[in-house]
């Protein structure tokens, strides 16, 4: 492991002049850092822990959830109104590593993680996001778990998140904070495509903070579900996975929200799915047709080409269960 000076601030000043500094990577959970360190992966000069900073609380308004940065993923996980009122994203948190990851891991952690692609954890072999400009070796190499949307020359890794799927479908968004001041940032747009940039993976700006995450809690969010397709029942990335919320009034889809995981460089919102859904009856019929539409652009290779059917299955299954069992 590369030698590097440790931090904690205590207030969040110190917190942005810290994370300003070059070589600097913030701390939260550890989940994805440290053992990214371990790996040599990731090299910071200085590691800021923000364990220190007021982020852990969650709250619940009159109309969102605030889900503050420092939050675990258990106790997102298991709060009740989460699960009453987004039970989409209970779901998704649920379904991500094991029990002892999830009491450790934060929400900004989450947002943030780094793919699980395997050249990109491998030092030996040439990654765009691992070091600019090197090459990229899943474009030759074993792409099975690689995205098949989003991509670009320079990179086909596929975001690793279970969270950030149903956030997309839920139409959160993230709350940043500076020295400059405070801003936020819808979810679908707070991680960036690869293009040729692939080491940069979101708008987070260096002293910038995540400082929270919330979720409105509307009607639509209250009839959502989240479904994970994975090689084994526990502590696996998804497959394909999709995160749905719908709308029905006397049997008709009067609003959708529809997102995958396991398929993209980023969570991946399905607007043309959405569009196909509403205004139709809930039925499998159009729960088939809509999902017809998915993945339109799709760039496969052999060994992920299986993505897009499977990913348009699990939408349909998806949509089944918040319907209710459609006819």
């Known amino acids: 492991m590369n030698p590097f000076s440790y931090s904690r601030p205590a207030t969040e000043q110190e917190a942005f002049a810290a994370l300003a500094e070059p070589g600097a990577s913030a701390l939260a959970g550890g989940t994805t850092l440290v053992d990214l360190m371990r790996l040599e992966v990731m090299r910071p000069d200085k590691v800021v822990d923000l364990s220190a900073l007021p982020y852990a609380k969650i709250e619940t308004r009159a109309s969102s959830i605030m889900l503050g940065a420092l939050a675990s993923n ?17 779901d998704a948190i649920r379904s991500g590593a094991s029990g002892q990851i999830r009491n450790m891991a934060s929400v900004s952690g989450n947002l943030l993680q780094r793919t699980r692609c395997s050249y990109f954890r ?10 600019p400009g090197s090459g990229c070796a899943a474009l030759e190499g074993f792409t099975r778990m690689h995205a098949v949307v989003g991509t670009s020359n320079d990179c086909i890794a596929a975001h690793p998140s279970d969270m950030c799927v149903a956030l997309a479908a839920l139409d959160a968004v993230v709350h940043l904070k500076s020295k400059a001041g405070a801003r936020t940032v819808k979810l679908v747009e707070f991680h960036t495509l690869p293009d040729d940039h692939p080491n940069i993976e979101s708008v987070l700006q260096p002293g910038e903070l995540v400082t929270a995450i919330e979720v409105p809690t509307t009607p639509l969010a209250a009839k959502s579900r989240y479904v994970k397709v994975r090689d084994r029942a526990s ?5 394909a996975s999709a995160a749905v919320a719908l709308d029905v009034q006397d049997g008709t889809i009067k609003d959708a929200r529809v997102a995958l995981g396991g398929v993209g460089t980023k969570p991946w919102r399905e607007a043309l799915v959405e569009q196909a859904l509403v205004g139709q009856p809930a039925t499998q019929a159009t729960f088939e047709a809509a999902a017809h ?15 897009v059917p499977l990913a348009r299955r699990v939408i349909v299954r998806t949509l089944g269960l918040v319907a209710g069992g459609a006819k």
């Open 293 to 307: 539409q998915a993945l339109a652009k799709a760039d496969t290779r052999p060994d992920n080409a299986f993505k």
């Open 122 to 131: 491998d030092p030996a072999s040439p990654c765009n996001k691992r070091a």
């Open 74 to 90: 258990t106790d997102v996980a298991y709060h009740p109104d989460v699960v009453a009122k987004l039970p989409a994203l209970a």
């Open 235 to 239: 502590y696996a990335f998804a497959l």
